[in-house]
C-alpha cells in the first residue's frame, strides 16, 4: 500500500506516527467513537493532548475555533454527546479529526447514519472545508448518490479489488465493469415515467475469506467466460484517460451487451463447451 507516493507496509514506526496524524479519519457512527464522559471541548482537542500539542487554555481556545469552523456554536464545547443531534455530533467528529490540521480526512459512511436533510448539510460541509482548507477526502461509502455527490474521483471495489477507476462522469456515464454497471442498474430512478424496475445481481457474494480465482467478480458476473474470467486476476488497463478497468474481456462488443440478470454463456463458451463433451 502507498500514501502519499510513500510504501507504508514496511514504514518503521516513526514514519507511521506521522502518517496517523496527517491522515484523520471520520467514522460512521460519531457517538461510538467519542467518550460520553468527555464535553465537546475535550473531544476536539484529544488528539492535540495525545500528541503533546498546546497548552490546556490554548486547547480551549483551539476548541472553539474549531467548533466554529464545522459551523457548531462554541458555547456547544461544554455539552456532552448525548445532548446533541446526530448531525452535530458528526460535525464534532469532524472538528476532531481536524485539530492536527491533517492533509487527508477518511471518511468511512460519513452520512449514513443521518436523515436525508442532515446528509446534504454534512456533504456541503466537506466540500467547503475541502476548499477551504486545501485536503484530500477518501469517502468510503455504498451510497452511490452520496458518491456522486461529492467525488471527483471514483474507485469501485469487489471483494477487496479495485475493478474500475476513473472521473466521476466516466464511472457514472460511461461505465466499463460488469460490476459497475450492476451497482448503477440497481438504483431506483425516481421518474414515474421509467417503469423499468431495478435489475439485481445473481447469486451471491463469494466469502471474503475465501474469494473465487481469477476475476472474484466472475461467479455472478452475466459476461464471465469460463477459462478466461477464472484464469487469472485482470490487472487494471486504461480504456479512456484517467479511466482504468480490470476486465480481461474489455473492449469486446458482446461485454457492452451483458446486463445483470442475464447470464447467458457467450459463443465462445459454447465452443468451448461442444469441443469437450
Not at 476532531?96 to 436525508?116: G, I, K, M, N, T
Not at 476513473?166 to 442498474?185: K, M, N, V
Not at 484464469?231 to 482504468?244: C, E, I, S
Amino acid at each position: 500500500m502507498r500514501v502519499a507516493g510513500n510504501d507504508i507496509v514496511g514504514a518503521k514506526r516513526a514514519s507511521l506516527s506521522a502518517l496517523r496524524r496527517n491522515a484523520q479519519l471520520v467514522f460512521q457512527d460519531p457517538s461510538s467513537s467519542m467518550n460520553p464522559g468527555l464535553p465537546v471541548r475535550e473531544i476536539v482537542t484529544e488528539p492535540l493532548l495525545i500528541n503533546h500539542r498546546m497548552s490546556a487554555s490554548d486547547r480551549r481556545t483551539r476548541a472553539a475555533e474549531l467548533l466554529e469552523l464545522v459551523e457548531l456554536d462554541p458555547q456547544l464545547a461544554s455539552r456532552y454527546p448525548h445532548q446533541l443531534s446526530g448531525g452535530q455530533r458528526q460535525r464534532v467528529a469532524i472538528a476532531r479529526a481536524l485539530s492536527l490540521e491533517p492533509s487527508l480526512l477518511v471518511c468511512d459512511e460519513p452520512v449514513s447514519a443521518l436523515d436525508v436533510t442532515v446528509q446534504t448539510q454534512i456533504l456541503e460541509l466537506l466540500r467547503r472545508l475541502q476548499a477551504d482548507l486545501g485536503i484530500s477526502l477518501l469517502v468510503i461509502s455504498h451510497d452511490l448518490a452520496v458518491i456522486r455527490d461529492i467525488a471527483h474521483r471514483v474507485a469501485v471495489m469487489y471483494l477487496g479489488k479495485l475493478v474500475e477507476v476513473g472521473d466521476r462522469a466516466a464511472i457514472f456515464d460511461s461505465p466499463q465493469h460488469p460490476y459497475t454497471r450492476a451497482l448503477l442498474a440497481a438504483v431506483p430512478v425516481p421518474d414515474p415515467r421509467r417503469r423499468t424496475p431495478p435489475t439485481p445481481l445473481q447469486g451471491d457474494p463469494p466469502s471474503p475469506l475465501a474469494p473465487p480465482a481469477g476475476c472474484r467478480f466472475h461467479t455472478r458476473c452475466p459476461a464471465a467466460v469460463l477459462g478466461r474470467c477464472d484464469a487469472a486476476v485482470p490487472a487494471l488497463r486504461p480504456r479512456a484517460p484517467r479511466h482504468d478497468v480490470a476486465c480481461v474481456r474489455l473492449g469486446e462488443s458482446d461485454l457492452s451487451d451483458a446486463r445483470p440478470g442475464l447470464r447467458t454463456p457467450s459463443a465462445s463458451t459454447e465452443a468451448r463447451h461442444e469441443r469437450t463433451e
